[in-house]
């Protein structure tokens, strides 16, 4: 059913090339039947797909295609329909992903309002995900303030609603959590082992913020914005070892302090020097094996803030581990969905991961708060509450514990093992999840493969409910839900945390 009010999408398959859209805009909008051709050909264009060609009809024209589908047809008040086809022959599978990207971006310039409905057509193949509904944000010019106040943050549990939908599903609030709380946070983002001798570097972004962390002479730990003061090219990329950064573009050169030291035929070096154009420093902290970084100005130490956190855990967890592998996951949900999974306290594992739930005592699970993180701890053992036969006692050990740092750092502790979560926002509904597995010694090949491919079903697990609930937040019928008080405390404590940042004057 195709809710009325709203602009829809649908993309479908024909036999050609499959990949032919259409796209209907809802009778009332002035000005969109001169402006939809262009930004689809636009679009399209950017999509590395050639429209051939871009055809505009009435909605009775519609009707009577047969390169349509039923439920565009039924749509009431359609004032216009567009069908753009890529170039007959074109590969289909080689453009999927960006037909897609095209389609979403597409949606956002098209509909105003935003509520916009992706809706893929049943029984079709080549897009990802099969037949699934994906939705634009479904909330247009809200009101930040007002969703904020929406949360009540003081309310015990057992009473407590969840925060609305829109902090999941709107640009405004990924905004705000940028300049709220991911600025005045310590981020991690790198290891120590990155870092092992003199002009070792790597590199990365964050929401915008590229940085470049590089061990100077004194082997101390610099962290600069990775942007060249001429002309802002990032004046590093990926990782290595580096005598100085040197810009791609104009070569203007920077030591490992950062100071500019080079800039051909731009003058003496001195005046430039008077106009403080060195790389822009940012502060940078160590804990454990671990590097992070504050792109704000801090108020407190890392070190500080985390002090007692290692008391929390069973035993020392940083104690004779290695770096041994990194695997990356792309989730088309928002990133605070990720992390609330973390936190449910042990809630969906029996429901969500037979196998290791196979291995967890679930009934000795314990949940401890701290200021700004939060620590989940289970025994192990022989379970009735799901499939051992899908992961290995080896690989679980004796005990678990489940740290979460503020905002979106998360360390699992289990045997001989130790990977960190961290999340990365790239969108309202998609985020980076970067996974650092960490073993005490070096592990035999085959119990290394064995134990990441066992982690690696328990993530597939993860990423399949989290896309589950993105869906049902962006599909505009769940507004708020409650808390499990028996588990669900650490993602309360999230959400709180969260409140209380937003409050910005």
């Known amino acids: 059913t195709i809710p009325l009010g709203m602009y829809m999408i649908t993309s479908f398959l024909d036999g050609r090339c499959g990949c032919p859209l259409a796209f209907a805009a809802r009778e009332g909008n002035p000005g969109k039947n001169n402006v939809a051709p262009l930004a689809i050909r636009n679009c399209l264009r950017e999509s590395f797909i050639q429209p051939d060609p871009v055809i505009a009809c009435t909605n009775e024209e519609m009707k009577r295609s047969k390169q349509t589908t039923l439920a565009a047809c039924e749509l009431e008040n359609c004032h216009t329909i567009v069908q753009a086809f890529c170039r007959p022959g074109m590969p289909g599978s080689s453009a999927t992903a960006s037909r897609m990207d095209c389609v979403l971006r597409l949606a956002r310039l098209w509909a105003t309002n935003k509520n916009v409905l992706l809706v893929h057509s049943p029984g079709k193949t080549g897009f990802p995900h099969g037949p699934v509904t994906e939705a634009c944000s479904m909330k247009d010019n809200i009101n930040p303030a007002e969703e904020i106040r929406r949360f009540r943050a003081n309310d015990p549990i057992e009473n407590a609603a969840t925060p609305p939908a829109s902090w999941y599903t709107s640009n405004e609030f990924l905004d705000l959590e940028k300049n709220s709380v991911f600025q005045n946070q310590w981020l991690f983002v790198g290891r120590q082992d990155q870092l092992r001798e003199p002009g070792d570097y790597f590199s990365g972004a964050f929401m915008g913020w590229p940085y470049v962390v590089v061990l100077d002479e004194g082997n101390v730990p610099r962290a600069f914005f990775n942007v060249c003061s001429h002309h802002g090219t990032c004046v590093a990329s990926g990782e290595g070892t580096a005598e100085q950064f040197v810009c791609p573009y104009h070569g203007w050169t920077y030591d490992r302090q950062g100071t500019l030291i080079q800039a051909p035929l731009a003058g003496a070096l001195q005046s430039l020097k008077q106009r403080n154009l060195d790389l822009k420093p940012i502060p940078v902290s160590q804990w454990g094996p671990f590097i992070a970084l504050h792109f704000g100005t801090p108020s407190r130490s890392l070190e500080s803030d985390l002090a ?155 990423i399949e409910i989290c896309n589950r609930v993105q869906a049902g937040l962006n599909s505009g019928i769940y507004d708020q839900g409650v808390y499990a008080p028996g588990f669900e405390a650490p993602m309360l404590h999230f959400h709180q945390g969260l409140h209380a940042d937003f409050q910005v004057p």
Request: proline letters at 4%.
């Open 308 to 462: 007692d956190l290692l008391d929390a855990f069973l035993a020392h967890p940083f104690k004779n581990i290695q770096f041994v592998r990194r695997v990356t996951y792309s989730i088309d949900c928002n990133w605070k969905v990720f992390v609330d999974n973390f936190l449910d306290g042990g809630y969906h594992v029996s429901h969500v991961h037979p196998g290791l739930a196979g291995q967890l005592k679930l009934a000795s699970y314990t949940r401890t708060l701290g200021e700004r993180w939060s620590m989940q701890s289970c025994g192990t053992g022989f379970s009735s509450n799901g499939d051992a036969s899908e992961d290995f006692s080896e690989r679980i050990g004796q005990h678990a514990d489940y740290a979460w740092i503020y905002p979106n750092f998360m360390i699992n502790r289990y045997g001989p093992w130790m990977d960190t979560n961290t999340v990365i926002p790239l969108s309202f509904d998609r985020c980076l999840v970067i996974f650092d597995y960490y073993h005490e010694g070096s592990p035999e090949t085959d119990f290394l493969e064995q134990s990441l491919a066992a982690s690696d079903r328990v993530q597939q697990e993860d």
